[in-house]
């Protein structure tokens, strides 16, 4: 599967001035298993194939990008899945669309409370899902592990190190955005815009390195993570229209949002050099209600 890997445009935008802008279009490395996904479950399931696991198992929200290339990449890689989402009332709805997906995938759907859910991290948990699924290799929430950074600081390459002076991404749960500063040089800034409010993501992203040339912007999240407005919707359209640059709003249309609010400030000098990951997740362009 992983030998499919498409090699990596970067898409120019150009008409911002001095200033020089492209996006990195990880959303076309691989036909179903886009953007950083891809990326951050290599090293996790030829880890959990040496280890000789026959299922994968993992945790997301109703509308997880995670949930769904997890399911994309266990169905060809030949790994049955189990996801366990947030929110046990959804068991008793119609299945949304990613979701659904994921169910024709073979990943089979464990519906638990909001409570259960935020202990979901804890030993106590994750011992008993273990003993509940023996064969099954556990990966985090988002994907976010040492195995999941080897796969993202990869992302960048020789080229990108040496003509970008800034590099920026949407952030999650913060195993991209380590992965991008471990693999840039000290002359390079990461910028990362949260999802998701508040700002904790630091501390997290601490835990991956002891660099500090990045920095996250948890400015504007337009009411939290998922939630997003008319100004951000038709921000996403016209960027789409003009650039034939596909968003979506729940990550990739609210970091280039930001990221275009600094550049019209002029909060970067003359000639500056950004790159911006665009990390994937096209197929959440279906709202969440």
Request: net charge negative; aromatic share 12%.
């Amino acid at each position: 599967m992983f030998e499919q890997f498409k090699e990596i445009p970067n898409q120019h935008i150009d008409d911002l001035g001095e200033i020089q802008l492209s996006v990195k279009r990880l959303d076309l490395v691989h036909p179903t298993i886009s953007g950083n996904k891809f990326f951050k479950l290599k090293y996790n399931l030829l880890e959990a194939r040496k280890l000789g696991y026959t299922q994968l198992l993992s945790f997301g929200g109703a509308y997880s990008n995670h949930i769904y290339a997890l399911a994309q990449a266990a169905h060809a890689f030949g790994f049955d899945s189990i996801g366990i989402i947030r929110g046990e009332e959804l068991q008793n709805q119609v299945l949304n669309p990613m979701l659904a997906t994921a169910s024709k995938l073979g990943m089979q759907l464990q519906f638990i409370s909001r409570q259960d859910y935020r202990r979901k991290h804890t030993p106590e948990f994750l011992a008993k899902l273990q003993q509940h699924y023996p064969n099954a290799y556990i990966i985090p929430e988002g994907g976010s592990n040492d195995l999941a950074i080897n796969g993202t600081t990869e992302i960048l390459t020789d080229f990108d190190r040496e003509n970008f002076d800034v590099i920026c991404c949407a952030v999650g749960t913060g195993g991209t955005i380590a992965g991008l500063i471990h693999a840039s040089t000290p002359q390079q800034k990461v910028i990362g815009f949260s999802a998701l409010k508040g700002d904790f993501l630091n501390d997290e992203v601490r835990k991956w390195t002891t660099k500090d040339n990045w920095q996250i912007y948890p400015d504007d999240t337009f009411g939290g993570y998922a939630k997003y407005d008319e100004r951000l919707l038709n921000f996403v359209k016209d960027v789409s229209e003009k650039y034939q640059l596909p968003l979506e709003p729940i990550y990739t249309g609210k970091a280039f949002y930001q990221l275009w609010q600094l550049i019209q400030q002029n909060l970067f000098t003359a000639s500056t050099r950004i790159l911006f990951i665009h990390t994937g997740g096209l197929h959440s362009n279906i709202p969440p209600h």
